[in-house]
């Protein structure tokens, strides 16, 4: 006699970020299990579902539970047959245009694809591949963040808006630099549709300016910020088992991820983006 597996919602962090154990997303769903990780993904912001054995379409099926997928501009990334999901495998990492070399979200706290008019309301990474060790992501509430600020603080950042770009990298197709590289201008401070909460929003490496501001002082305005709110206290560091399946909250939540392996090694991330809505 096999039992059935029940679903367990345990919090990784006081910050952010649950674990969810006991379910198999390959088998349908029930709707209260279903309701009960929608709950859990916007009280706790990033989820991690343990253990899970997906091909690429049982993996896009597990996600249109949380949303529909989207383009992602990663164009020189994209599975062959399955073009929603890119592929992030630190051995293909080059070095860009300024000489740096770094895997994929590596360089900066930041959201994803906020050079599109709806940026992605989620990033879905699911880990195929590991180093030895390391090979952590961090992830920051933003919202906790935006709360520790005094009330003035909070007023003056409520009334900037950033204004996002393309990034000039070689895995992006001239047609979706073209397409994606329409400035986009989205409020710093963001309301969360679900649960009203606000949080900062930006993505540094994609600041082309701040309105109002030059360039350059956007960016030291924007990094000066995000050194001062992101602290241990809203943040949580994701050490990688195969098998997650994680979904972070992009509308409320920054992540990197951290340089704390040899890219040679190997580490492949199935990196999926859900629709999310235009920032207000
Ligand atoms: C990303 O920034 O989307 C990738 C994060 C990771 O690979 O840990």
Redesign the pocket.
Known sequence: MTLAKTLAITPLSDALGAEVTGIDLREPVDKADAARMEQALTERLVLVIRDQKFSPDQYLAALRLFGNTMHQHLTGLLMKDHPEIAV?DSRRTKAAPDGVYA????RDW?T?HTNHARPPKI?A?YAVKLPKSG???GFANMQRAYDSLPAEERDALGKLKTVSKIEDREYVSAEDRKKYGVPQTHPLIRTHPVSRKKAIYVHPGKLARIEGMEPEESLDYVNGLLDRVITPDVTYR?K?RTGDMLL?DNRAVL????RDYDPAEG?V?H?VLLEGDVPF
Request: hydrophobic share 30%; glycine share 10%.
């Open positions: 992030l895997p994929i979200g590596s930041h994803d990033t990474l090979g952590d992501t994701h990688w972070c992540h990197i991820a951290h580490r991330m990196r």
